[in-house]
């Protein structure tokens, strides 16, 4: 039996909002794992997430850069907030997005992309002594098209092209370009927004799709309905789950009267061609990275102690 501490109590409640006990309870139920703890929670109908965002926990900045039907989005991570407001490190955050325009955002092309006499890593190296913080390259993603246009947003947005948030969406007709860019920077605000996972339902990851419905099927059997009207209950409850996961499905932001997929539609009818969203990358600053929790009164005891 895994040890159910204080601290995996206290990230089950932030996960889901969940009373102290109940997560202690799902906890001993779920042998000490979280995703399973959230599962009998929600069978439980004592928590209502559908997904769970990653702990943020990193800084630095994300920086986009998008120039007709092509894209890309980087994250340069530091130690601490105040760095990303150092001018020499949002200058080689910006220098990363070139490098990963020139190479396909491929990574360690964009190491090796050569920034005057040195590296990109190489010149990371050198801030890293000059500024006396870790840095690295998380991730970068590029995205094309054959014709059409990418468009990029930033949301929190400290400088030009790099801040918090950033957002690709690529978008391929014969359209003009212009207004396409004009539809992909609404698109792409939306997505900000809301965090869709999959572009379209065909998308949706399997593991979690079959996660979902075995947690909609508990809970509809826990109403006490009978095995036939479970299936339906269940099929209904997906389309729910659709529109919060879909970018096509979900509710635009922008106009709450309308699906994101009605929008570019009307687009489409609208410009006289056909306008189809063929992919979208979201970086979050630091999303998917544990934070450490710093313990100050157990570190000076630790330095006491030496």
Not at 6 to 21: F, N, P, Q, W
Not at 90 to 95: A, E, I, W, Y
Not at 177 to 200: C, D, F, R, T, Y
């Amino acid at each position: 039996m895994a040890e159910i501490t204080a601290a995996l109590i206290k990230d089950l409640r932030e996960k889901t909002g969940a009373g102290m006990l109940d997560c202690k309870k799902a906890l001993l139920e779920s042998d000490g794992d979280l995703d399973n703890a959230v599962d009998w929670l929600r069978k439980k109908g004592l928590a209502s997430a559908a997904k769970k965002a990653g702990r943020v926990a990193s800084q630095g900045l994300v920086a986009v850069v998008a120039e007709g039907n092509k894209g890309v989005v980087v994250e340069v991570n530091s130690e601490t907030d105040f760095v990303a407001m150092n001018e020499s490190f949002q200058s080689f955050v910006g220098d990363v997005a070139e490098a990963a325009m020139a190479n396909d955002g491929d990574m360690e092309a964009i190491k090796a992309h050569k920034l005057g006499e040195k590296t990109v890593e190489e010149t990371l190296t050198d801030l890293i002594a000059k500024i006396g913080e870790h840095m690295h390259m998380r991730r970068s993603t590029a995205l094309s098209v054959p014709k059409g246009a990418v468009v990029s947003y930033v949301h929190g947005a400290v400088s030009a092209g790099k801040g918090k948030i950033g957002v690709l969406v690529a978008l391929e007709s014969d359209a003009d370009e212009a207004k396409l860019k004009e539809l992909g920077k609404q698109i792409a605000m939306h997505v900000a927004a809301a965090s869709p996972n999959a572009l379209n339902i065909a998308d949706v990851d399997v593991s979690d799709l079959e996660r979902e419905k075995s947690v909609l099927a508990e809970q509809a059997r826990n109403s006490g309905k009978p095995e036939e009207i479970i299936a339906k209950m269940v099929e209904g409850r997906l389309r729910k789950y659709y529109e919060e996961v879909v970018l096509l499905e979900q509710v635009y932001v922008i106009d709450p009267d309308k699906k994101v997929k009605d929008v570019v539609a009307e687009a489409a009818k609208e410009l006289g061609t056909p306008v189809t969203i063929t992919g979208f990358v979201r970086y979050a600053l630091g999303e998917g990275i544990e934070k450490k929790e710093e313990d100050f009164a157990a570190e000076v005891a630790a330095q006491l102690n030496k």
